[in-house]
């Protein structure tokens, strides 16, 4: 077995992959609106070009005051202030604080010149008309945001490389920021290959057939890393088919993914058709994970090609690990990325061979407990079954039953 | 202050907001293809309607053999099989396994008729030409996925309710499951009221004005949870306004929410309009949480209606808490969703008051600790610079440092 012997050559652990596989190639960056922006890759720091709120302004519904005018003030000695009027909710505060006086600002209310702080209205009370009583003294800056305290003009708003979360876009929209640069969503290939293969809606199988059913899984797991799945592609096994269209997925596209044939010769086929296009280059052929083995990292001229096993499950649990963070990357992303996890207890032994990362499928059960699900890798039911995973490190030896393990979870 | 007392008067704790706040509405269906199903919530479940595999297929790359014929074979005592030929990947099997014979097979090739088990190569080697040595015996079934070990035809490959992950998108696909029926997603109308508030894009901001922070960061968190968010609207601080404003969104929408402005009187405002809305009914006016108190829930006709605190800060948390699980069931979404989150120990104190459940904004430190941030509540860059958010429960006096803690990811 020449090509098993050809795999363990080159292989190497996933966190060899997750940190030394970094083709160079990154998408370009375009424009887009505030309402398109979540999600997305800022290629350059975003910088606030003016204060935010914009004016001081109450934090609080009360009346604005000098502060030392209530210093002293107790629920038996309170201070008393002239009411001099009100502010309206987004207008100036054309009024000017008189001496010993009160202006009511409500909450986000721009605060009058003259005043250092506001007093909330239930330390207070209008005592006969004209007046109030203040019974707790206030310090400056009390009650208020300071024009530019949320943010200066020239400070970064929203970091290079992170995609926007819902607050950076309320932060962005704070400031006025409608349209900014984003990195262009990576364009990926998906290539699947084997003779064996029709198309999900391609009629009834035929003799020996199975319906490929990886290009729309592996393309549902792209859009999730942000990217964008080019329409799929069968492709028969030859080489002189899948390098040729390799080549033309090199010139489209940001990622390109082989979904391999199952069989042996097939996997041989993928390392043989990236050996064969001009300035490729193998990474890794061989990754010491269980399932997922046969992965196969790649780059010609900094554009990643991903080698994926042609079990679909492995397949997908290698692309969830190793293909998603690629993707990020190419479309600018640098910041790493966690899947939701949840610590429980191991309702039963993991046995596991030390020397590669074990990615075991596990069902949630009871309120503290997760079982593996067991079965052959071949059988797509046991991802399906499975409400996340547990990673068995390349160190360990198995875990053993009653050990708290974090469980990563598919949403 | 007899609108805070009001508040009081109905408020809910957000456990109790989480289980009891259901409005009976559901968004109608709509078939959709495979390619565009990653996410989507099928309506009913998705059964089987052929068998997976479909055919008797070999695990290995091997040679397909009656199982009795290698009892007993060992490194020393081989048995000795005669080769009758291979099978192609993707056709048929159309040889049949002669008495003592071997056949062999690629993995994901289909088995010959007679065959019970196929045997790995490895444990195989070709003595002679036309003869094999097999030196471990198999039993029966083994290196074989049965014609429908994966899914039988009628089996639940996808249940209801529950948002189909890349795992499920590739079992429909196997199963040629190309066109599904499921829930359309939540149409939400957000509505952001506040005399102060301009739009984003709106030009330079006036005296005491400020830009509307909320619509597209509310929209975004309505993407994520699977809603499409409708057109922006800006409503001016007046009851008969917000009423009409209610009235025409509750007619083109599966959810509701209104930012209300950040005094209190523009928080009645919000009461007073639902209570002018025909039909419509207040489940709740305050809940106990830190931001969020002035949260309104309420719903008319079974569809939901979320009135937000002013503060586009404490918006943003209780939409994330309590908006987005009602917008996922809107959508027909039947099951739990968990944010990311990683165990962490509290670099410092946090303190809390029991009673309510404190949403405390922290970020990642070093390896194993979070900080947790404090500042105003009005403060956006609170959350900018948030990693993730910690929960102090109801019960709890506030947490000690050095507490291990679970630490919900922003993405």
Known sequence: MAATGREFFTAKTVAEALSDFRPAHR????TVTLEEAA?????????AGEAL???DRSSVDGYAVRAQDTFGASESIPAYLSLAGGVAMGAAADLELPTHGAIAVPTGGALPAGADAVVMIEYTQEAMTGTIEVVRPVAPGEGIVRADEDMAPGQVAAPAGMPLRAQDVAMLAAL????LEVHVPPAVTILATGDELIAPGAGPLGPGQIRDA????????VREAGGRPRSPQIVRDDPGALQAALERALEESDVVVICAGSSVGARDETAAAVAAVSGAEVWCHGLAIKPGKPTLLAASDGIPIIGLPGNPRSALVVFRLIG?????????????????S???????????????????QVRLSGEAAVEPIFGPSALLSVLTAADGYVIVPDEANGLPAGETVEVFLYR
């Open 176 to 179: 006025g920021i409608t349209e």
């Open 324 to 340: 998603m963070p690629v993707v990020r990357r190419a479309g600018g992303g640098t910041a790493e990325h966690r899947a939701p």
């Open 39 to 47: 999600g997305r890759v800022p290629a350059t720091a975003i910088v």
């Open 27 to 30: 998408t370009r960056t375009e």
């Open 53 to 55: 709120p914009g004016f």
């Open 214 to 221: 990886l290009s729309s899984s592996v393309g549902a797991l």
């Open 342 to 360: 949840m610590m429980r207890q191991l309702s039963r032994d993991l046995p596991s061979a030390a020397g590669r990362l074990d990615v075991v």
